[in-house]
């Protein structure tokens, strides 16, 4: 039975074919041999890694959502600044980084549910656009309360990190983009932890892909969602919490890293939260280094007005290529 | 049949004579606050044949205002083209841009065209800082003459009831009901001999013409300038609201959806304690959210719902 069990499980969960494995394997390779033959090629590489591993945190919020609720939370990175705005408020009331850095993220989980108990249940069934017209509310919203209470203006938070940097032969590497390169992985992976090894995340999981099913055996299928949703909110507020560093407290901190955030999730598909964070990581490098080396004739590509255009062409590119992403099953469809 | 004719009749004719009656009462400063409900109306109406009778799903609807609303002021900066004139140019030149996109999309459904057409509103305004010269960068083009707030009532209202008419007429006929088949089920519609790729592509341009033309007067109504972050994301989002709160899939909720999204942030920013700043935030993402909770299909919904109570009186008593 428990074997079956792990058989359903991994059917459902990977949709990785040889060629995606092969290119990404490549890749790495690439990496590799880049960062170890020049001295800005790898750190451009480390600082995408720690860019990209935000965004793949905040894809994995969003992929989460998704499978719960089949829609897109387009107020999931106003929730993150709105949490990332309230472990500020602790540390003003002279808690430590990290008492407050964990304290919020008890706060996110706690909004998490609330929202999706409040806003999301009552038409979570009746209309998908009445859903996202509401996060869409929600944002607009959130956006208004953080504004009214703290303001528009920068706001800095202590850092979580310091200011080390270190040299290993020739390449500069700040402490800041390994400690937000570590969090965020490390959030991920408590969470796919949870997912993979609990009874809970069993659960939650039986009630993301066969509601009916899962209340059946007995799942408390909307307590299961509301508990998706908190778990989301946290991811949103760790990569809120790590954004802060290099963008600094403002109400519109979130806006490009929710879009960057949208492109990783589609790249990975929307379907697959290891796709999620791996488009994430990839969209963080390839920024990066596209910004320095992509050139025409001494005319750059990169340059930071275009980085958000060039993410949404790389989704547009992979929405045409391969609908479904690089990790994504094929959709069957009987007539 | 005929009784929901007329009831439709009366009520276009209701507005209509609103739309008439309201300059003579109206100042100036809100006679411009009426265009932009004609404005949004337009764009609705744009977004509604291709979401609410197409099934296709578009967050990308500022974009093409975008394209329409710089041509008119690339028209009338460099080459002193009469206002009107860019009108059905900007009409046009959306309608193919809006083939353009049609084609890829064709290959996307659901959330991932909703994404892809997400990207398209982020994009597009990226454009004119990249190219300065042409399009003026982020201080944006201003049109040769502005032009005055009756003015723009007219030519707006008059270009919302002339797409209202055509709207409703194609909606009616023989391509409508193949929109609509595409909706419900496309291997249906397939099978009754209607062409997705034509009709899927074909509804994009005209809701793309459409949102071009309310770009166009988008435009005139910001005193003739064209700038990049007014056709931000938001304004995307802001005429997907306003679909969804008029009702997708009919006509009759679209006066509401577009008073809803042109009058409620001019309403909100005088709301008491919050104060003037951020209460249009905060109260219209409110109000959005507890419309979308009681009325989860709009305005038109609330309508079926109350025709089909009324129809069903009769004989229960």
Excluded at chain 2, 43 to 65: P, R, V
Aim: net charge positive; proline share 3%.
């Amino acid at each position: 039975m428990l074997e079956l069990a792990t058989k359903r499980k991994t059917a459902v969960s990977t949709g990785i074919s040889v060629p995606v494995l092969a290119g990404l394997v490549a890749a790495a390779v690439f990496l590799a041999v880049g960062s170890l033959s020049s001295g800005t090629f790898a750190q451009q590489t480390v600082s995408g890694l720690s860019q990209g591993a935000i965004f793949g945190s905040l894809a994995l919020a969003l992929v989460l959502i998704y499978r719960a609720t089949e829609v897109i939370n387009f107020a999931q990175g106003e929730m993150a600044m709105a949490t990332t705005y309230i472990a500020y408020q602790l540390t003003l009331w002279h808690l430590s980084y990290w008492l407050a850095f964990f304290l919020t993220l008890l706060i996110a989980f706690v909004l998490g549910v609330v929202v999706q108990v409040v806003v999301i249940r009552p038409v979570q069934h009746k209309s998908v656009i009445a859903v996202v017209i509401i996060t869409v509310g929600l944002f607009i919203l959130i956006d208004g309360l953080v504004t009214w209470k703290w303001g528009a203006d920068l706001k800095f938070m202590p850092a979580p990190f310091g200011n080390t940097v270190y040299h290993a032969g020739g390449v500069a590497i700040s402490r800041q983009d390994i400690g937000v390169f570590a969090v965020s992985i490390l959030s991920v992976g408590v969470l796919w932890v949870l997912f993979q090894f609990t009874k809970l995340g069993l659960a939650m999981r039986a009630a993301a892909l066969r509601p009916a099913a899962a209340s059946l055996v007995g799942v408390r299928v909307d307590a299961m969602l509301a508990v998706g949703w908190g778990l989301a909110a946290v991811l949103g507020a760790v990569a809120g919490l790590m954004t802060e560093p290099t963008q600094f407290l403002q109400p519109t901190m979130m806006q490009a890293v929710l879009l960057y955030a949208f492109a990783a999730a589609v790249l990975g598909g929307l379907e697959s939260p290891a796709g999620a964070v791996i488009g994430g990581l990839a969209l963080g490098v390839f920024l990066n280094l596209f910004g320095q080396y992509g050139k025409v004739g001494g005319y750059y590509l990169g340059t930071s007005e275009l980085r958000l255009p060039i993410a949404f062409v790389i989704l547009l590119i992979v929405l045409l290529l391969k609908p479904t992403g690089l990790f994504g099953r094929k959709q069957v469809r009987r007539v | 049949m005929s009784r929901r004719l007329l009831t439709a009749s009366i009520a276009a004719v209701a507005v209509a004579v609103a739309v008439v009656i309201l300059p003579f009462v109206l100042d100036g400063y809100h006679e411009g606050i009426v265009s932009d409900v004609a404005i949004y109306f337009i764009a609705i109406l744009g977004l509604n044949i291709l979401t609410g009778y197409t099934g296709q799903i578009s967050i990308g609807h500022g974009a093409f205002m975008m394209i329409g609303g710089y041509t008119t002021v690339v028209m009338s900066h460099d080459h002193h083209t009469n206002l009107i004139v860019t009108l059905p140019l900007a009409g046009a030149i959306t309608f193919v841009c809006g083939l353009l996109v049609g084609v890829p999309a064709l290959r996307l459904s659901g959330v991932y065209l909703a994404l892809a057409t997400f990207a398209l509103a982020v994009s597009v305004p990226q454009l004119p800082l990249k190219f300065s010269k042409f399009l003026g960068g982020s201080n944006g083009l201003q049109t040769d003459h502005t032009v005055s707030h009756l003015w723009l009532y007219v030519v707006s209202w008059s270009c919302a009831a002339i797409a209202f008419v055509a709207g409703w007429l194609l909606l009616r006929g023989r391509i409508g009901r193949a929109f609509r088949s595409v909706r419900d089920s496309e291997v249906a519609a397939v099978s009754s001999g209607v062409s997705l790729p034509i009709y899927k592509t074909f509804a994009f341009g005209v809701s793309a013409a459409y949102a071009g033309v309310a770009g166009s007067l988008f435009v005139l109504a910001t005193n003739g300038f064209a700038q990049p972050n007014e056709f931000g994301i938001l304004l995307s989002l802001k005429i997907l609201i306003g679909g969804a709160v008029a009702g997708l899939g009919s006509l009759w909720g679209l006066v509401v959806g577009a008073v809803f999204i042109g009058l409620l942030p001019q309403i909100s920013s005088s709301v008491p304690f919050v104060g003037p700043s951020h209460g249009q935030d905060v109260v219209f993402g409110l109000v959005v959210i507890l419309v979308m909770l009681v009325l989860p299909n709009g305005f038109a919904g609330l309508l079926a719902r109350v025709r089909t109570a009324i129809k069903s009186t009769p004989e229960t008593s």
